[in-house]
């Protein structure tokens, strides 16, 4: 048995390659930036009224200013601003040539008539002329971004926010990664999938559907392959297949040490080499990680998760080992966000010799709470949680107060 920071290692330290495709920008969340972007001009790319105002010399507060000109959001301002005189600006707009100021339209007032808005022509007054608090209200040019500033980097993993910036860029086709297929078998006589009812001794498939949605949301493929029995012949076969177009492979159920339990056997018959097959981690003792090298090269060609069939061992292990697998092939950051977090209450346990992994509630303030936990079929503690607790090995009592690793789940 490895420890499990041993088995993350193992993992991270045989990734797969991949090739790098133009998709466009409509289609690039999930994906991975396969190159840096760098900006094509500056951002904001001219001095910009941050207010709907009147752009003018601060010098001139004090002073009744003429309207010159009424300058929209995108219009180029045409005339120059001189002393006592001043433009209409709309947000977003340039700003006027001579100006450095916009006094905000709710500080101004129109002469003469105070009711209406003032246009070009008449003549406005500053109500709250104090130069010391007088904000300029301009955005200068390239404030934000500078023309070729790196503004995303290999490996960014697309979010909503990150496709701002590529099309403030104007990448309109982006190149990314392209994404892994990864190819899912759910083995087990007992399980039915979620459209039968099962009979007494049958349970549904909850981690294949579960793991497809992991798969999805980690920037992959997932090609489901259904579920599998627990004989040696259908399970190679199922595995043979899903190998010839897929570069991972997950397995559920199969690796446990059960009469049934083929796994192991027929993926070292079709080439694999395992490269650990227990952690001392719980939930996910049985935990398998095999891998294939191309031909006469150090490459890893393809990769092999095997996970116990449990689902809420399946989660836990896609999340700390595939997600981060996936992360780093892509030339991305490790996605498990962990912090330290201080319990509020007490919590024991019998055996030590594994890492204990629990679904637990983060709170704003800190501290994390334990939600009561039957163990690694236990979905619905799962679904409460918003985090999962270590417990390293060795210790079998936590106490109020006591800080802990906590991953915040995603
Ligand atoms: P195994 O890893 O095959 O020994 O299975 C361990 C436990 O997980 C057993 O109670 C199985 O019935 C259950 N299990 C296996 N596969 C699934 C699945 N796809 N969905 C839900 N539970 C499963
Ligand atoms: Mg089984």
Same mark, same amino acid.
């Given at each position: 048995?490895?420890?499990?920071?041993?088995?993350?290692?193992?993992?991270?330290?045989?990734?797969?390659?991949?090739?790098?495709?133009?998709?466009?920008?409509?289609?690039?969340?999930?994906?991975?930036?396969?190159?840096?972007?760098?900006?094509?001009?500056?951002?904001?790319?001219? #001095?910009?009224?941050?207010?709907?105002?009147?752009?003018?010399?601060?010098?001139?507060?004090?002073?009744?200013?003429?309207?010159?000109?009424?300058?929209?959001?995108?219009?180029?301002?045409?005339?120059?601003?001189?002393?006592?005189?001043?433009?209409?600006?709309?947000?977003?707009?340039?700003?006027?040539?001579?100006?450095?100021?916009?006094?905000?339209?709710?500080?101004?007032?129109?002469?003469?008539?105070?009711?209406?808005?003032?246009?070009?022509?008449?003549?406005?007054?500053?109500?709250?002329?104090?130069?010391?608090?007088?904000?300029?209200?301009?955005?200068?040019?390239?404030?934000?971004?500078?023309?070729?500033?790196?503004?995303?980097?290999?490996?960014?993993?697309?979010?909503?926010?990150?496709?701002?910036?590529?099309?403030?860029?104007?990448?309109?086709?982006?190149?990314?990664?392209?994404?892994?297929?990864?190819?899912?078998?759910?083995?087990? +006589?007992?399980?039915?999938?979620?459209?039968?009812?099962? +009979?007494?001794?049958?349970?549904?498939?909850?981690?294949?559907?579960?793991?497809?949605?992991?798969?999805?949301?980690?920037?992959?493929?997932?090609?489901?392959?259904?579920?599998?029995? +627990?004989?040696?012949?259908?399970?190679?076969?199922?595995?043979?297949?899903?190998?010839? #177009?897929?570069?991972?492979?997950?397995?559920?159920?199969?690796?446990?040490?059960?009469?049934?339990?083929?796994?192991?056997?027929?993926?070292?018959?079709?080439?694999?080499?395992?490269?650990?097959?227990?952690?001392?981690?719980?939930?996910?003792?049985?935990?398998?990680?095999?891998?294939?090298?191309?031909?006469?090269?150090?490459?890893?060609?393809?990769?092999?998760?095997?996970?116990?069939?449990?689902?809420?061992?399946?989660?836990?292990?896609?999340?700390?080992?595939?997600?981060?697998?996936?992360?780093?092939?892509?030339?991305?950051? #490790?996605?498990?966000?962990?912090?330290?977090?201080?319990?509020?209450?007490?919590?024991?346990?019998?055996?030590?010799?594994?890492?204990?992994?629990?679904?637990?509630?983060?709170?704003?303030?800190?501290?994390?709470?334990?939600?009561?936990?039957?163990?690694?079929?236990?979905?619905?503690?799962?679904?409460?949680? #918003?985090?999962?607790?270590?417990?390293?090995?060795?210790?079998?009592?936590?106490?109020?107060? +006591?800080?802990?690793?906590?991953?915040?789940?995603?």
């Amino acid at each position: 048995m490895i420890k499990f920071e041993q088995a993350i290692e193992i993992v991270l330290s045989h990734t797969l390659e991949t090739d790098q495709v133009l998709i466009p920008l409509a289609s690039s969340m999930g994906h991975f930036l396969a190159s840096n972007i760098y900006a094509d001009r500056d951002m904001p790319p001219f #001095n910009k009224s941050a207010v709907d105002g009147y752009a003018c010399r601060g010098v001139d507060i004090e002073k009744e200013l003429k309207v010159i000109e009424n300058i929209p959001a995108g219009y180029s301002p045409k005339l120059k601003i001189s002393a006592g005189c001043c433009s209409k600006i709309m947000t977003g707009a340039k700003l006027p040539e001579g100006a450095d100021t916009v006094i905000m339209v709710e500080e101004v007032i129109k002469v003469a008539k105070e009711s209406e808005a003032a246009d070009t022509g008449d003549f406005i007054r500053y109500v709250n002329p104090d130069r010391k608090k007088l904000k300029n209200n301009i955005c200068l040019k390239g404030e934000d971004i500078k023309e070729d500033e790196l503004v995303l980097a290999t490996g960014t993993f697309i979010k909503p926010q990150h496709i701002a910036i590529l099309a403030a860029v104007g990448s309109n086709n982006v190149p990314v990664f392209k994404p892994f297929d990864i190819g899912l078998l759910s083995t087990g +006589d007992e399980i039915v999938e979620p459209d039968s009812v099962p +009979d007494e001794v049958q349970i549904r498939n909850s981690n294949g559907w579960q793991l497809r949605a992991q798969v999805m949301r980690s920037g992959a493929v997932a090609n489901y392959y259904g579920i599998v029995p +627990d004989n040696e012949k259908s399970l190679k076969d199922a595995i043979e297949k899903a190998l010839l #177009n897929n570069d991972i492979l997950i397995l559920t159920g199969g690796v446990s040490m059960g009469d049934f339990d083929f796994v192991p056997s027929i993926i070292k018959d079709l080439g694999f080499e395992i490269l650990f097959d227990k952690v001392a981690v719980q939930p996910g003792k049985p935990s398998t990680f095999a891998i294939k090298k191309e031909p006469d090269s150090n490459k890893t060609e393809k990769v092999i998760f095997a996970l116990p069939g449990n689902p809420v061992s399946s989660f836990i292990q896609f999340e700390l080992l595939i997600r981060p697998f996936i992360f780093k092939s892509m030339h991305s950051r #490790n996605p498990v966000m962990w912090f330290e977090m201080t319990s509020v209450q007490d919590y024991k346990r019998k055996h030590t010799e594994r890492k204990a992994l629990i679904p637990v509630i983060a709170s704003p303030d800190g501290t994390f709470s334990i939600i009561n936990y039957n163990g690694s079929a236990h979905i619905l503690a799962l679904a409460k949680a #918003n985090a999962i607790a270590e417990i390293p090995e060795g210790i079998s009592f936590i106490g109020i107060g +006591d800080k802990l690793r906590v991953f915040l789940l995603q």
